[in-house]
């Protein structure tokens, strides 16, 4: 049901009842309104706040600021501007220091206040440290990247030439260098093995490969075929790669199997028939393996 307008007698009522003292209640008693519709119609007009004759104005105002001390005693202080619990209010934040105005409501439970000021401060503070943080981070990247690419520019173990390694693994500056140290390894750990026998009294330095070509008629004793000793290659950097069919010195006992340099355990066979041989002693394995490869 929609309710009924004020009259110009009842406005011109309420506005002398209002400057004599009398609250909403009364008001709207005596006209027969609702209290809340008296109250808005009082603060369109000027007519808010307190009106009250008497000691009631500031008990009230007294325990309004009681309320606020204890809900905001520690961020806030009230200044001013307290007339009823819809009015807006002066509060000074403690923090900053700066004024500003909130509504009264801002006492009840459920309210919370804060100082737009030190909001934005914080707010501030903390886009300061998170770009700090990632400037730390970009630094902190940026020094680890360094610090890898400063790993990765090495010296060849081979040649002592610096150069720039695709992973943190790598010693030579090339495959040729690494074939390089790796011929050299060989070459010096067959030397301790033939000092080894040396002491032993198991290494015969007279034993050469074209004793054991003219011994064995240079014929390989595992494939039974002539060995030939034009099968090799130099290549321009000077290097002299030998083929699968030229002849080498074979130890029948391997020396890794506690084989000796001695004539009754050296042989003559083909460069690829010693590979394949390897440390077999039997020789039954390595048999299976030369023989479907060669026909003569």
């Keep these: 049901m929609r309710a009924r307008r004020m009259t110009e007698s009842e406005k011109e009522t309420i506005r002398r009842m209002r400057e004599s003292g009398a609250g909403y209640g009364e008001i709207a008693e005596l006209l027969g309104f609702d209290r809340e519709r008296v109250k808005s119609y009082c603060q369109r007009n000027g007519l808010g706040g307190f009106r009250g004759s008497g000691n009631r104005q500031p008990k009230i105002l007294k325990d309004f600021i009681e309320r606020f001390n204890q809900k905001y005693s520690d961020e806030f202080e009230y200044v001013s501007g307290y007339t009823d619990c819809d009015s807006p209010i002066l509060v000074r934040c403690k923090r900053c220091g700066s004024t500003f105005e909130k509504n009264a409501q801002v006492v009840r439970k459920k309210k919370r206040m804060r100082c737009d000021i030190c909001t934005q401060q914080k707010k501030e503070a903390k886009e300061r440290k998170r770009e700090e943080q990632r400037q730390l981070s970009m630094i902190a ?18 040649c002592g030439n610096e150069f720039r390694a695709d992973h943190l693994g790598r010693k030579y500056c090339s495959d040729e260098c690494l074939k390089k140290h790796q011929r050299r390894v060989r070459k010096y750990k067959h030397k301790l093995k033939m000092k080894r026998l040396d002491e032993e009294g198991l290494f015969d330095e007279s034993i050469t490969l074209s004793k054991l070509i003219a011994k064995y008629n240079n014929t390989c004793y595992l494939c039974g075929g002539q060995c030939d000793s034009s099968d090799y290659t130099i290549t321009k950097e000077g290097y002299f790669i030998v083929g699968s069919m030229y002849p080498s010195i074979d130890h029948v006992v391997p020396i890794s199997k506690g084989g000796t340099h001695t004539w009754d355990n050296v042989k003559l066979a083909h460069h690829g028939c010693n590979s394949l041989k390897n440390d077999d002693v039997s020789l039954t394995e390595t048999k299976q393996l030369i023989l479907p490869l060669y026909s003569y």
Excluded: D, G, V
């Design 141 to 158: 990247k940026q020094k680890a990247e360094e610090e890898r690419e400063r790993k990765r520019l090495k010296k060849c173990n081979e």
